[in-house]
């Protein structure tokens, strides 16, 4: 007879699958985007151009994934099959922070594939769970996920628009290279995460 933590463990694991290819999903849509508005992602692009740049200092997450509604086609793919803190929206036009598992990387650059560009809300730094709104990523911060979505483990989508799996260890060496990336091509010494 088969126990009931083999059953939870195939759930989870199915339930991580399906996150990961959600998060493809969303990097593949990034992309189709960028490919119609001069190799820019939407925060790049002034919302007079159908872009959400100035949405960024705000620190709300959803206007970026929702101008691209046409690329997603749905909004339940922005919600992970873990986060029992988030329910879908039932179309674009009822999109809020509620209903997105995700933060986005405001500076992501196809160009820069270890850049990150969008990954699990989950995230904590110096032991802290994140807040809400616009965290600065720095060489100094030690990055953890949380046991809320994904047990200490979480997807990050990069800029490329690939997605990894990573425990903490493998969060942290990716946000050391992320920042390398990032002030090699800028000189700039962090990178933004809008956190939902």
Known sequence: MVGLSYFARAH?????????LQMKQIGLSFRLWSG???DKYPMQVSTNNGGTMECVRSGVVFPHFAVMSNELGTPRDLVC????????????AALRDANVSYFVVPEA???LPDMWLSGDRNISTNGLRSARGVLML???????????????QGNLC?????????????????????LAAYYAATTNTAFRLAIP
Not at 81 to 92: I, Q
Not at 142 to 149: D, R, S, V, Y
């Open 12 to 20: 989870t694991t199915s339930s991580q699958v399906n996150c990961v």
């Open 36 to 38: 119609d508005n001069g």
């Open 81 to 92: 099959p873990n986060d029992s803190g988030r329910t879908s929206a039932t179309n674009f």
């Open 109 to 111: 650059d196809e160009i």
């Open 138 to 152: 720095r060489t100094n911060l030690k990055l953890n996920w949380t046991a809320q979505i994904h047990t200490n």
């Open 158 to 178: 990069f800029a490329d628009g690939s997605v990894q799996q990573l425990n903490n260890a493998g969060l942290n060496r990716s946000a050391t290279n992320a």
